[in-house]
T-cell receptor
Framework: GENVEQHPSTLSVQEGDSAVIKCTYSDSASNYFPWYKQELGKRPQLIIDIRSNVGEKKDQRIAVTLNKTAKHFSLHITETQPEDSAVYFCAARMDSSYKLIFGSGTRLLVRP | KAGVTQTPRYLIKTRGQQVTLSCSPISGHRSVSWYQQTPGQGLQFLFEYFSETQRNKGNFPGRFSGRQFSNSRSEMNVSTLELGDSALYLC???????????FGQGTRLTVV
């Protein structure tokens, strides 16, 4: 069945360091991969997404890479700041479906 | 432009009761999806509606149902509530052509 695995479940980094979160999806028909950030008590908010015809996408300190062959995609945050502390979710979806399959989430803590 | 609005924000119900949650999508968005978020299971897809028709359904029992009205507003209903139904219920909307899903603040349901 459809599944997205996400690692690590928790990540603690020093302010200014980089953080990397990795996801693996099972359905090879998936072609859209968004990343959401959820702060405590708030709604998930899209921070970056990538489609399967692109290998990498960058937006300031955030980048996402996709390896379709291995069915892996990763979120990279550089120069982390305390306000980056949140839970991050990866997800995968097929164009033919609106069903987003989410990873289990990564709790990122950026230590000042 | 107003965001996705969910009501009520908080709800306490007793086992065996039923509950109805409401979601108003962003103006112009015709697709509404519902997700259940729990600490143990993460974000799980419930169902998706587009133009008053259910397009996708997740792996939840028949106690969970939904509908969408002609103005795109959606409701989900849970009957015969169980303790395990306690969760944050999130809805997300998107336009027909835009891939990005925008989430509401959620309704936190507690079943006692």
């Amino acid at each position: 069945g459809e599944n997205v695995e996400q690692h690590p479940s928790t990540l603690s980094v020093q302010e200014g360091d980089s953080a990397v979160i990795k996801c693996t999806y099972s359905d090879s028909a998936s072609n859209y991969f968004p990343w959401y950030k959820q702060e405590l008590g708030k709604r998930p908010q899209l921070i970056i997404d990538i489609r399967s015809n692109v290998g990498e996408k960058k937006d300031q300190r955030i980048a996402v890479t996709l390896n379709k062959t291995a069915k892996h995609f990763s979120l990279h945050i550089t120069e982390t700041q305390p306000e980056d502390s949140a839970v991050y979710f990866c997800a995968a979806r097929m164009d033919s479906s609106y069903k987003l399959i989410f990873g289990s989430g990564t709790r990122l803590l950026v230590r000042p | 432009k107003a965001g996705v609005t969910q009501t009520p924000r908080y709800l306490i119900k007793t086992r065996g009761q039923q509950v109805t949650l409401s979601c108003s999508p962003i103006s112009g968005h015709r697709s509404v999806s519902w997700y259940q978020q729990t600490p143990g299971q993460g974000l799980q897809f419930l169902f998706e509606y587009f133009s008053e028709t259910q397009r996708n359904k997740g792996n939840f029992p028949g106690r969970f149902s939904g509908r969408q009205f002609s103005n795109s507003r959606s409701e989900m209903n849970v009957s015969t509530l169980e303790l395990g139904d306690s969760a944050l219920y999130l809805c997300a909307s998107r336009s027909n052509s835009n891939t990005e899903a925008f989430f509401g603040q959620g309704t936190r349901l507690t079943v006692v």
